[in-house]
């Protein structure tokens, strides 16, 4: 199997890269190939504009889903979203590492999202959910955060993870382009705690990684329960 990982930290030495290199580290021992978009190294530029297009379908009007779909056709789309599209495309899984900040993710992964996760090949009209354009593919993520286990889910002081702050990216991303969501592995209270807590977290990310197949998977909207205009039936 192939695995392609995002990670968006600035840091090498953050634990959020420790994670990734346990990643990495577990699925290759595992027989896995891996590939890694290191955004920050990369210098990735998260920024949406009408430089992401070579030619365009409307030069008066910028829509820019439009012009992703037009652009991708034409084989006209700037090289930094082409070759991140082949990766993505490529991968039969794809895994994201990266810190929790503001209640969602950091700013140069939403943008990376943004531009790469284009109108078309991953979604477009009635081909979203398990009709998106990555259906068949799963996606994993691990990411870390100040808080405390407490602190999240029902009736909790911030509510749930998965489905309440960061439902945008577990559903409104992930599950919408049609990948099969794993539950999250959370690394809690990262900043406060002891190396050798940090130590324990590593360990367990490994076992995380072994055992995906047998990890929970987040639920998604069935298509199967909406009209053809997406009303309930």
């Known amino acids: 199997m192939h695995i392609h990982l995002v990670h968006a930290h600035p840091e090498p030495k953050s634990f959020t890269a420790a994670m990734r290199d346990v990643i990495i580290k577990t699925l290759e021992s595992e027989g896995h190939s891996v590939t890694v978009s290191d955004l920050y190294a990369m210098d990735f530029n998260p920024v949406a504009s009408a430089a992401d297009f070579g030619t365009r379908r409307n030069p008066d009007h910028l829509t820019y889903a439009l ?23 490529a991968a039969d899984m794809l895994g994201f590492t990266f810190p929790l900040h503001w209640f969602g993710t950091p700013a ?10 284009i109108s078309g090949p991953f979604y477009g009209g009635k081909r979203v959910y398990g009709a998106g354009g990555l259906a068949g593919k799963r996606a994993f993520t691990a990411f870390g955060l100040g808080g405390r286990p407490h602190m999240f889910g029902p009736d909790s002081l911030h509510g749930s993870l998965e489905s309440g702050m960061m439902k945008h990216f577990f559903q409104g991303t992930l ?32 076992t995380y990684v072994r055992t995906l197949d047998d990890q929970p998977r987040l639920e998604m909207p069935d298509l199967a329960d909406f009209n053809e205009t997406f009303k309930p039936i």
């Open 67 to 89: 012009e992703q779909r037009h652009n991708y056709q034409a084989g006209t789309l700037a090289p930094d979203i082409a070759d991140e599209i082949e990766r993505v495309l």
């Open 175 to 206: 599950g919408y382009v049609g990948l099969e969501v794993i539950a999250p592995f959370i690394a809690w209270h990262v900043p406060y705690v002891s190396d050798a807590d940090r130590t324990q977290m590593l360990d367990d990310l490994a």
């Open 108 to 117: 140069i992964l939403k943008g990376w999202i943004e531009r790469v996760m």
